[in-house]
């Protein structure tokens, strides 16, 4: 179980903090590519009306995280007018998990350390992986017990399965348009769960 906010990494609840920093990060969103070039694994872009419909956002949203360094596109990044902003599968469940944080009021300084975090986790971790908080931090724990000693804490108020929040943003998509990124191509209908299936036998051999 790890935490973020307010400078401090938790263990168990009830221990003291430790003044280290937010999250002891498994790296800070380096397994995307470069800037203005697509991570190696994604082939698949979403545009900015289409990750704002996945994931329940405004465009003004959408935008203001983007130039403010919050969520940023990993696919492709806008330079200047005339360019378009390609997201990711990961970037859009980004999204809409940052929606639900700040819908329910937790401070944005511990949002931040959160997406941080998720840039740094495997694909594949995110499926299970709960995202607790009290309001003032967020504490990531990948078992039923966890998020049962953070609640008997009194350090969960409420939670995120990310899980859930994959699925639904999946669902979304299937119904939306993607973008190729190698040639453009405009994807009606792609479900990215045949992307990640793909991705996941590749890595299986």
Not at 4 to 9: E, L, P, Q, R
Not at 91 to 113: C, E, N, Y
Not at 114 to 124: D, I, K, P, S
Request: a negative charge; glycine letters at 14%; charged letters at 25%.
């Amino acid at each position: 179980m790890r935490s973020s906010g307010d400078g401090a990494v938790g263990g168990a609840p009830g221990r003291s903090p430790v003044e280290s920093g937010p999250y002891p990060l498994h790296g800070d969103g380096n397994a995307r590519g470069a800037v203005g070039q697509p991570a190696p694994e994604e082939t698949v872009g979403y545009r900015g009306p289409t990750a704002c419909a996945a994931a329940g956002i405004t465009y003004r949203q959408l935008d203001y995280w983007a130039r403010t360094g919050l969520v940023e596109p990993s696919v492709r990044p806008a330079y200047g007018s005339g360019t378009q902003r390609l997201y990711s599968f990961r970037d859009v469940v980004v999204l809409k998990i940052v929606k639900r944080f700040l819908d329910t009021g937790v401070a944005l300084q511990s949002i931040r350390a959160a997406v941080r975090h998720l840039g740094g986790r495997e694909l594949a971790d995110l499926e299970r992986m709960t995202l607790m908080s009290d309001g003032a931090t967020v504490y990531e724990c990948s078992s039923p017990d966890e998020v049962v000693d953070l609640l008997q804490g009194g350090q969960g108020v409420f939670g995120i399965a990310v899980g859930v929040v994959w699925r639904d943003v999946e669902a979304a998509l299937s119904e939306l348009h993607g973008e190729r990124v190698d040639t453009g191509e405009t994807l009606v209908g792609h479900n990215p769960a045949d992307e990640l299936a793909r991705r996941r036998r590749d890595r299986a051999v």
